[in-house]
């Protein structure tokens, strides 16, 4: 597609379950982005990827989040044991190479944990 | 490190009155600075972005915002508000150079009253 695809759109999950949200990014795009957003939060970065590599994961708030990226293409998120306070819009970005260009945004994957 | 402050969580114009929404950042070397917009249920899309160059920079929708050096600010305008620029709006800065991550505002929502 054109754009940053990611599904799950909407899910629902039990407390204590795990989650995997995916992100395809714009093709070509070397860079990927997962950032959460949240009420009363805002948005906060969560990891970046430059190919299949993450120099900077400073933003995943505990170790029961992980992510991967594969083939410098798809990108999962992974939430294991799931509490209450996971639940926000996961939002995936994606570049090509260099920091004067854009960050395009997919539409978001809404989590809500119950 | 960097920050980005914007002041007034919600503005409220009415249509076709001048929009300012502002934007303070912080930042200990040549930043990159962009603004983006999320309409309801969506993703965030660029609206504009300063890189090097010319200050006054003009985005779609009729929108602009200048890079002020001296006063680290990147306020957004657009004189004459319509009711379809009813959203939130971001301001981000990134390390110049960097491929890194964009840090991003609290947002501000605009509303617009006919």
């Known amino acids: 597609g054109a754009g940053v695809s990611q599904s799950p759109s909407n899910k629902v999950t039990e407390k204590g379950k795990d989650v995997e949200l995916r992100c395809d990014p714009i093709?070509?795009?070397?860079?990927l982005y997962w950032y959460r957003q949240s009420l009363g939060q805002g948005l906060e970065f969560l990891i970046y990827?430059?190919?299949?590599?993450?120099?900077?994961k400073s933003g995943l708030p505990s170790d029961r989040f992980s992510a991967e990226r594969t083939g410098g293409s798809v990108s999962t998120l992974t939430i294991q044991r799931t509490q209450q306070e996971d639940s926000a819009v996961y939002l995936c970005?994606?570049?090509?190479?260099?920091?004067?260009?854009?960050?395009?945004f997919g539409e978001g994957s809404w989590l809500t944990v119950v | 490190a960097q920050s980005v402050t914007q002041l007034g969580s919600h503005v409220s114009v009415s249509e076709g009155a001048l929009v300012l929404l502002r934007c303070n950042y912080s930042?200990?070397?040549?930043?990159?600075l962009f603004w983006y917009v999320q309409y309801p249920n969506q993703g965030l899309q660029l609206l504009l972005k300063?890189?090097?160059?010319?200050?006054l920079v003009k985005g779609i929708n009729g929108f602009e915002a200048e890079f002020k050096k001296s006063e680290t600010s990147f306020h957004l305008t657009k004189p004459s508000a319509h009711m379809s620029d009813a959203a939130e709006y971001f301001c981000?800065?990134?390390?110049?150079?960097?491929?890194?991550?964009?840090?991003f505002g609290k947002g501000t929502k605009l509303s617009v009253k006919p």
């Open positions: 970005a994606s570049s090509s190479g260099g920091g004067r260009n854009t960050i395009y």
């Open positions: 981000a800065v990134r390390v110049g150079g960097s491929q890194g991550n964009l840090i």
């Open positions: 300063y890189t090097t160059g010319a200050t």
């Open positions: 930042s200990s070397v040549p930043p990159y």
């Open positions: 093709s070509g795009h070397t860079a």
């Open positions: 990827f430059q190919g299949n590599s993450a120099p900077d």
